[in-house]
C-alpha cells in the first residue's frame, strides 16, 4: 500500500504517507491517544541547544517529529519562535527530511499561544522583533517545501490555533477536555489579514491530504490493508491532480476570497 502510494504521488509528501500507512512494525507510526499524547519511535534524535523544541528524526521515513517543549503551556514567546525557526531552517535545509509533524511534549496542552507577557509592558523594538518572529514562523511553515501535520495533542487557544493553521493538515486528539479556536478576540486581539489564507486552505484542503488522513484512520481502526488498496486505486487519478494543489505558493491576493 505504502508503495502503491509512493509510485502514485513523486516528491515528498510520500514519505509522510509512508509514515501514516506503514503495515508492520510501530517504528516511525505516530499514535494519537485518547488523552492526546504523542508515542513515536525515533531512529535517531537532536535538540534544539535549550531543548524548547525537541526533534526527533526518523532517518528511515524522512520524517521528523518536533514536540514544542515549554511547559507549562508552551506559549509562543520571542526564544521560543526563534529556535522554532532555527529547527525550521534546519530541517529545511536537512536533504534527507521530507515531512515534519508538530506536536507538544507538554502534556494536554500543544500551545496557549502567543505569550501574553512578551506583548506588555515592553518597549517598542520588543513589540516589532516578536511581531517579525510570528510572522516569519508563519511564513517558514506555511511556505515550507516539507509535508507537514500538526499532530494536537491538547489545547491550543489562539496562537497555538493558528500555528496549527499553519500546517497542511492538522489531526486533534479526540478529548472533550482540549479546546482550540481563536479565544484571544475577546482580549481585543485580532489576527492579521493574511490569516484568511489560512483559514482558505482549511476549507479547501488539497484532496491527496484527505486521503493520508484516511490512511491514518484505516491504519489504526480497520487493520485492514487491502481496503487502502481498493482506496488508493480509485483515488489515483485525483492524487496525481491533487499534488499541483500542495504547496501553492504564497500568493493570496491570486485566492478566489480576494476575487
Ligand atoms: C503564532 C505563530 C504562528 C503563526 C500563525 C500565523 C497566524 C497569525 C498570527 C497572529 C496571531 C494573533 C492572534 C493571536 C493572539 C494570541 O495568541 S494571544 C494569547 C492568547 N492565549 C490565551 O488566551 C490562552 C490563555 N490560556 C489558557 O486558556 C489556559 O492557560 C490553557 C492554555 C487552556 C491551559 O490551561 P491550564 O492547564 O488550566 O493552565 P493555566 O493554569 O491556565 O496556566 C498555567 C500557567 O500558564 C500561564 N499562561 C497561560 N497562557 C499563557 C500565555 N498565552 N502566555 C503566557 N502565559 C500563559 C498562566 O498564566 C499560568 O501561569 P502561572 O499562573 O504563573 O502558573
Not at 507538544?104 to 509592558?121: E, H, Q, R, W
Not at 481502526?221 to 492524487?239: D, G, N, Q, W
Amino acid at each position: 500500500m505504502a508503495a502503491v502510494l509512493r509510485k502514485l504521488i513523486q516528491g515528498r509528501l510520500p514519505a509522510l504517507a509512508g509514515v501514516l500507512c506503514r503495515r508492520s512494525g510501530n517504528e516511525g507510526h505516530l499514535f494519537l491517544n485518547s488523552s492526546g499524547s504523542t508515542l513515536m519511535q525515533p531512529r535517531c534524535g537532536y535538540s534544539s541547544p535549550t531543548e524548547s523544541v525537541i526533534v526527533e528524526m526518523d532517518k528511515a521515513t524522512g520524517v521528523a517529529l518536533l514536540k514544542l517543549n515549554i511547559p507549562p503551556v508552551n506559549s509562543l514567546s520571542l526564544p521560543l519562535l526563534t529556535e522554532l525557526a532555527i529547527v525550521l531552517d534546519k530541517l529545511e535545509m536537512d536533504k534527507h527530511c521530507r515531512g515534519l509533524i508538530l506536536t507538544s511534549a507538554v502534556p494536554n496542552i500543544f500551545s496557549a499561544g502567543l505569550n501574553l507577557f512578551d506583548m506588555m509592558d515592553k518597549p517598542n523594538e520588543h513589540y516589532s522583533e516578536f511581531w517579525r518572529a510570528v510572522q516569519e514562523i508563519w511564513i517558514k511553515l506555511y511556505g515550507s517545501s516539507l509535508a507537514n501535520i500538526a499532530a494536537i495533542n491538547g489545547s491550543s487557544p489562539a496562537g497555538g490555533c493558528l500555528l496549527a493553521l499553519c500546517s497542511d493538515y492538522r489531526i486533534m486528539a479526540n478529548n472533550p477536555h482540549f479546546t482550540i479556536g481563536l479565544n484571544e478576540t475577546r482580549l481585543g486581539i485580532v489576527a492579521p489579514f493574511w490569516y484568511d489564507i489560512l483559514q482558505w486552505r482549511v476549507h479547501h484542503p488539497p484532496p491527496c491530504l484527505h486521503l493520508f488522513v484516511m490512511a491514518l484512520v484505516f491504519r489504526l481502526h480497520v487493520h485492514h490493508p487491502s481496503a487502502m488498496t481498493k482506496v488508493t486505486r480509485a483515488y489515483s487519478t485525483e492524487l496525481k491532480i491533487s499534488v499541483s494543489y500542495v504547496k501553492q505558493p504564497i500568493n493570496w491576493r491570486s485566492h478566489e476570497i480576494y476575487k
